[in-house]
Antibody
């Protein structure tokens, strides 16, 4: 069955860095676009980043552009999110999800990993 | 502030039919498919409706979606206590080249 498992979350100081990973199984990873979505405590969902199946196209929300970068390794079935210059407002549960383009819905989600940015 | 607009709360009694609204613009709902997600307390979102009105395998037909212009709606018929959850709408936005979400509607089953 399709599984997505995030890791790498934790407590980091403002200005610090963190790298999140998402390990996938149960489907042909290289056939699917992927996305990262986050949810601040008590808030709604916010799209963070998107990457095409080949990795040739990616995009990020304006709120994280220049600080956060999405990448993937199709040989390792892995999706990453490199987060730099972290701010308090980046505190959230970060979910990886399959899909997320105009034609592919976010059909499977991981359980999420919590990132807390605090001094 | 979310790009798509959803009422923050809704309620109903068991057996009742409830509907949720989601309002957007021409760059998102008006020109792209809408998805709906159910998020039970303390869990990850789960896809409930995709491509405006399609249900993934395993989702009961009590759940239905529709879209008209720049608005979409989700309906739950035969409400059950286990339907108590947050419901989020989403769509691709052509201007932002990314997904946009509503703020979510919290459903209380009385």
């Amino acid at each position: 069955q399709v599984q997505l498992v995030e890791s790498g979350g934790g407590l980091v100081k403002p200005g610090g860095s963190l790298r999140l990973s998402c390990a996938v199984s149960g489907f042909t990873f290289s056939d699917y676009d992927m996305s990262w979505i986050r949810q601040a405590p008590g808030k709604g969902l916010e799209w963070v980043s998107y990457i095409s199946s080949s990795g040739s196209f990616m995009n990020h929300a304006d709120s994280v552009k220049g600080r956060i970068t999405i990448s993937r390794d199709n040989a390792k079935n892995s999706l990453d999110l490199q987060m730099n210059s972290l701010r308090a407002e980046d505190t959230a549960v970060y979910y990886c999800a399959r899909g997320g383009s105009t034609w592919s819905s976010l059909d499977y989600w991981g359980q999420g990993t919590l990132v807390t940015v605090s001094s | 502030q979310s790009v798509l607009t959803q009422p923050p709360s809704a309620s109903g009694t068991p057996g009742q039919r409830v509907t949720f609204s989601c309002s957007g613009s021409n760059s998102n709902i008006g020109s792209n498919y809408v998805s709906w997600f159910q998020q039970l307390p303390g869990t990850a979102p789960k896809l409930l409706i995709y491509r405006n009105n399609q249900r993934p395998s395993g989702v009961p037909d009590r759940f239905s979606g529709s879209k008209s212009g720049t608005s979409a709606s989700l309906a739950i018929s035969g409400l059950r206590s286990e339907d108590e959850a947050d419901y989020h709408c989403a769509a691709w936005d052509d201007s932002l080249s990314g997904q946009v979400f509503g703020g979510g509607t919290k459903l209380t089953v009385l």
